[in-house]
């Protein structure tokens, strides 16, 4: 069993992805961790999947899973979780923004006892640059301050595409998550902490990426209408019966 599984949720990737695969590949490679990949294609419609299979001709530890139509990221990271093998599990965009590098910071905080540790862009620290568009970082930021009175408060950063789960945790997170939009990761670190899991939050590097899948134009308010749903549902009580954890054995 792998140490390491990195999950990345890909829809029409073919231009971005074989980069981050290289750069993925090249740092597990040399590291001391034991790793899969498991890029999951969330029914594209490009050479999404010609590319990892040709990645995967040459590379061992890359797992291509493919569905179609098109679900949202949220389904693409919640299948990928499902079927990791690894002890801990890394979700990680498809652009490279978040360098694999940073995941030493978030596997120590997974050892010091944290369940989940999440990367984030908006959390103050000298060692670290973020690189950001300024009309995408004050949407992102608004976007943030909403979630942190409605849902989550004290999580600076629920949008980072950089989380790092114990292998229990994300199976019984993932296994109840029900959001596939963009507003997923505000769903499952709601649910996380619900089931009181210890939640980590690490300033990371972070490079904005050419070619964005989100449109802050049209999927922000999306974004928002789905954090207005969770917020209803936990008024409501519908996430009630998640607020109990299972017994781990």
Same mark, same amino acid.
Request: proline content about 4%; overall charge neutral.
């Given at each position: 069993?792998?140490?390491?599984?990195?999950?990345?949720?890909? /829809?029409?990737?073919?231009?971005?992805?074989?980069?981050?695969?290289?750069?993925?590949?090249?740092?597990?490679?040399?590291?001391?961790?034991?790793?899969?990949?498991?890029?999951?294609?969330?029914?594209?419609?490009?050479?999404?999947?010609?590319?990892?299979?040709?990645?995967?001709?040459?590379?061992?530890?890359?797992?291509?899973?493919?569905?179609?139509?098109?679900?949202?990221?949220?389904?693409?990271?919640?299948?990928?979780?499902?079927?990791?093998?690894?002890?801990?599990?890394?979700? %990680?965009?498809?652009?490279?923004?978040?360098?694999?590098?940073?995941?030493?910071?978030?596997?120590?905080?997974?050892?010091?006892?944290?369940?989940?540790?999440?990367?984030?862009?908006?959390?103050?620290?000298?060692?670290?640059?973020?690189?950001?568009?300024?009309?995408?970082?004050?949407?992102? %930021?608004?976007?943030?301050?909403?979630?942190?009175?409605?849902?989550?408060?004290?999580?600076?950063?629920?949008?980072?595409?950089?989380?790092?789960?114990?292998?229990?945790?994300?199976?019984?997170?993932?296994?109840?998550?029900?959001?596939?939009?963009?507003?997923?990761?505000?769903?499952?670190?709601?649910?996380?902490?619900?089931?009181?899991?210890?939640?980590?939050?690490?300033?990371?590097?972070?490079?904005?990426?050419?070619?964005?899948?989100?449109?802050?134009?049209?999927?922000?308010?999306?974004?928002?209408?789905?954090?207005?749903?969770?917020?209803?549902?936990?008024?409501?009580?519908? /996430?009630?019966?998640?607020?109990?954890?299972?017994?781990?054995?």
């Amino acid at each position: 069993m792998p140490e390491l599984s990195v999950i990345i949720p890909a /829809y029409n990737e073919e231009g971005r992805l074989p980069a981050t695969l290289e750069s993925v590949y090249l740092f597990l490679s040399q590291s001391p961790y034991s790793f899969e990949i498991i890029v999951v294609d969330d029914g594209s419609l490009d050479g999404t999947c010609d590319v990892v299979q040709d990645f995967a001709g040459h590379h061992d530890g890359l797992r291509l899973i493919s569905y179609a139509p098109n679900q949202g990221k949220g389904c693409a990271v919640r299948t990928g979780m499902l079927a990791a093998r690894g002890d801990y599990l890394l979700m %990680n965009d498809a652009d490279g923004s978040s360098p694999i590098e940073e995941v030493g910071k978030l596997l120590k905080a997974l050892k010091d006892g944290a369940d989940v540790a999440i990367g984030s862009r908006a959390k103050v620290d000298p060692g670290v640059v973020v690189t950001a568009q300024l009309h995408r970082k004050y949407i992102g %930021n608004t976007f943030n301050l909403i979630v942190q009175k409605l849902l989550l408060p004290g999580i600076a950063d629920t949008q980072c595409g950089f989380k790092l789960f114990k292998r229990a945790v994300a199976q019984d997170i993932f296994s109840v998550a029900r959001l596939n939009g963009y507003a997923f990761d505000v769903e499952l670190l709601y649910i996380a902490r619900l089931r009181n899991y210890k939640i980590t939050e690490l300033a990371i590097n972070w490079t904005n990426a050419e070619g964005s899948k989100v449109n802050v134009l049209t999927d922000s308010p999306r974004m928002l209408m789905e954090v207005l749903r969770i917020t209803l549902g936990a008024w409501t009580g519908s /996430y009630r019966k998640l607020l109990k954890k299972p017994q781990q054995t």
